[in-house]
């Protein structure tokens, strides 16, 4: 299963609908998370003046500031799980992160955005459904 977070509200609902179906399954000791975190790529112009490994760095510190909370429901509730961290546009890597991993399904938090809203300024959700290969489920938050 795969768990992509960023820190909001809405993630943290998924790790709770995640925490449910792990005490819920017939078989708890099976059951896989792989957790993710995307983040922004760093526009070109910045890169280029920019070490590599400094914005590896950077993007390992936000990616862990934006997991810690998830991580903290995780731990408490003994669900194990392995820690995933990459750079890019979310949608595309959340969908081709379940398909490198071999992911039965995918368990996301919606900002709550509304139809109109999410439509207008475009929304992870909405373009996760759309590119995944595997089953989404949306975790209101």
């Known amino acids: 299963m795969l768990l992509p977070v ?4 809405g993630a943290l609902a998924a790790v709770r609908q995640v925490i449910a179906m792990h005490d819920g399954h017939p078989q708890p000791g099976s059951f896989r998370v792989d957790l993710l975190n995307v983040q922004h790529s760093v ?3 910045v890169s280029t003046f920019v070490a590599g490994a400094t914005l590896q760095d950077y993007h390992h510190e936000r990616s862990a500031e934006d997991m810690a ?3 903290a429901l995780l731990d408490a509730a003994k669900v194990p ?7 890019g546009d979310a949608p595309a890597v959340i969908a081709d992160t379940a398909r490198e991993l071999g992911s039965e399904q995918i368990v996301m938090g919606s900002r709550g955005l509304g139809a109109i809203a999410g439509a207008l300024m475009g929304s992870v ?3 996760t459904l759309r590119l995944s290969p ?3 489920v949306i975790a209101k938050g």
């Open 134 to 136: 595997v089953e989404v």
């Open 43 to 45: 526009p070109g112009d």
């Open 81 to 87: 799980y392995t820690v995933h961290t990459r750079v």
């Open 125 to 127: 959700t909405t373009e």
């Open 6 to 9: 960023d820190g909001s509200e």
């Open 69 to 71: 909370a998830a991580r």
